[in-house]
């Protein structure tokens, strides 16, 4: 079965830090990988997603980037992070050929 | 920008009860999809209904789909305190997920 492992759960940063957020996948192979980004009590905002192995599509201007340097894993970054990149980040993934996401349990950002 | 509008924002029923919510969209899709988060977790997909689908049903679940108004329901039969969470619709236009639209979601509280 296919396993999403996110990590680290809690992440708080002072402003100005760098971010790393890592996501992978187990249990299929060269899947569709995304970045969401859910602000407090609001849905969700697809920050980036990825086909294929560098393959990084961006949705929404920012300071935060997306690589894929394996098939199965998928990293947010930021060289120096705003008060307003808080929030909860959630990695997903999907078959190509359907479009059923399957999520990550999140990664709560807080930057101070 | 947010495809999907849930309605009611929030809704607090008893256990036992019945509960609908609904999802509005603008622009023409392949398939609807309800996700549900519990608190603080990540979103666990329920159901994908197709562009060519008016209902579909899975367990205590059925959702709707009338494209013609641009709108799904989502119903939660003999709802039970466990079924406390946020539920959101997402729309996808491309079948591939790389697109699907989340909406702000309609918090649901389930009293025992």
């Known amino acids: 079965s296919q396993t999403i492992h996110q990590w680290p759960a809690t992440l708080v940063q002072p402003v100005g830090s760098p971010l790393s957020l890592e996501c992978t996948v187990e249990?299929?192979?060269?899947?569709?990988l995304y970045w969401y980004r859910q602000a407090a009590g609001r849905g969700l905002q697809l920050l980036f997603y990825s086909v294929g192995i560098g393959q990084i599509s961006s949705e929404v201007p920012q300071n935060l980037s997306a690589s894929r340097p394996q098939d199965r894993q998928f990293i947010l970054s930021s060289k120096k992070l705003l008060l307003s990149d808080s929030g909860f980040y959630l990695c997903?993934?999907?078959?190509?050929?359907?479009?059923?996401?399957?999520f990550g349990e999140g990664s709560r950002l807080t930057v101070l | 920008s947010q495809q999907g509008e849930e309605d009611p924002q929030a809704l607090s029923i008893q256990e036992g009860e019945n509960a609908t919510m609904n999802c509005s969209y603008k622009t023409s899709i392949n398939n609807l999809q309800w996700y549900r988060q519990n608190s603080g977790r990540g979103l666990v997909h329920l159901i994908l209904?197709?562009?060519?689908?008016r209902e579909k049903h899975s367990g205590r679940l059925r959702v709707t789909l009338d494209t013609s108004k641009k709108s799904s329901s989502l119903l939660i039969t003999a709802s039970r305190a466990a079924d406390t969470a946020s539920y959101f619709c997402?729309?996808?236009?491309?079948?591939?997920?790389?697109?699907?639209?989340f909406g702000g979601g309609t918090r649901l509280m389930v009293k025992p």
């Open positions: 209904i197709r562009s060519n689908e």
């Open positions: 997402a729309t996808d236009p491309n079948n591939a997920g790389n697109m699907l639209t």
């Open positions: 249990g299929t192979s060269n899947p569709n």
């Open positions: 997903a993934w999907s078959v190509q050929s359907t479009g059923e996401l399957f």
